[in-house]
């Protein structure tokens, strides 16, 4: 079956520690997406990528950082630069904009 | 646990009734729309999406109503039951745009 993993669903960082989120889709989807989802509020967009190679900020990039080496992943780092980390993650895939998006299970990261 | 669903407003309905999930959308410009069920502690489940050029479209069980004078969208969901308690938002996207704005959800909660 075709979906989207995110790895791993539970992930602690030390201070001044940087972090990976891992995001993998086999939907053969041109687009991924990084959210943040935190308690009482919508999904607010880290970053972006329409195609390999080529990634957009989204509102709220400051601290976060991403590649897109292939078409199949898009990790997300959480930099040291990031103060308010605790929050939990969703990486997402669309064929095209106006495409539904297809999300992930999530990450939820917490700090030691 | 999960903690996205809180501080969230929350539908109580009884099992086997219709509920009825309300959105107020942000710009006029949205062409797209898409309702979103998310349980605790996974990602988000697409149920049904609408275009800006329709006023209803129906699902297995689920139907959604656009009103673009008044930029609202509702979510129906006949007889519900025990396994549709989740949180529910809606979702927007900006003609041909890749960037979506999310609402922050209701928790439905279903009553035996």
């Known amino acids: 079956d075709g979906g989207i993993t995110q790895s791993p669903k539970y992930l602690f960082r030390k201070e001044g520690q940087n972090v990976t989120l891992s995001c993998e889709q086999n939907?053969?989807?041109?687009?991924m997406y990084w959210y943040r989802q935190d308690p009482g509020q919508g999904l607010r967009l880290i970053y972006y990528?329409?195609?390999?190679?080529?990634?957009q900020k989204g509102d709220i990039a400051e601290g976060y950082s991403v590649s897109r080496e292939k078409k199949e992943s898009f990790p997300l780092t959480v930099t040291s630069a990031q103060k308010n980390p605790t929050a939990f993650y969703l990486c997402?895939?669309?064929?095209?904009?106006?495409?539904?998006?297809?999300f992930g299970d999530g990450t939820r990261l917490s700090i030691l | 646990g999960e903690s996205v669903g809180l501080h969230l407003p929350t539908l109580s309905v009884q099992e086997g009734d219709n509920s009825i999930i309300n959105c107020a959308y942000s710009?006029?410009?949205?062409?797209?729309f898409i309702w979103y069920k998310q349980e605790s502690g996974k990602g988000p489940q697409f149920i049904i999406d609408?275009?800006?050029?329709?006023d209803k479209r129906q699902g297995q069980r689920v139907t959604v109503l656009l009103n673009k004078t008044v930029k609202h969208l509702s979510l129906q969901i006949a007889a519900t039951q025990p396994g549709d308690s989740a949180v529910y938002f809606c979702?927007?996207?900006?003609?041909?745009?890749?960037?979506?704005?999310f609402g922050t959800g209701t928790r439905l909660k279903v009553l035996a």
């Open positions: 997402a895939s669309s064929k095209l904009p106006n495409q539904p998006q297809h």
């Open positions: 939907l053969n989807h041109d687009a």
């Open positions: 990528s329409q195609i390999v190679n080529d990634f």
């Open positions: 710009n006029s410009a949205s062409d797209y």
């Open positions: 609408i275009r800006s050029n329709m």
């Open positions: 979702a927007e996207n900006h003609k041909g745009t890749y960037k979506y704005i």
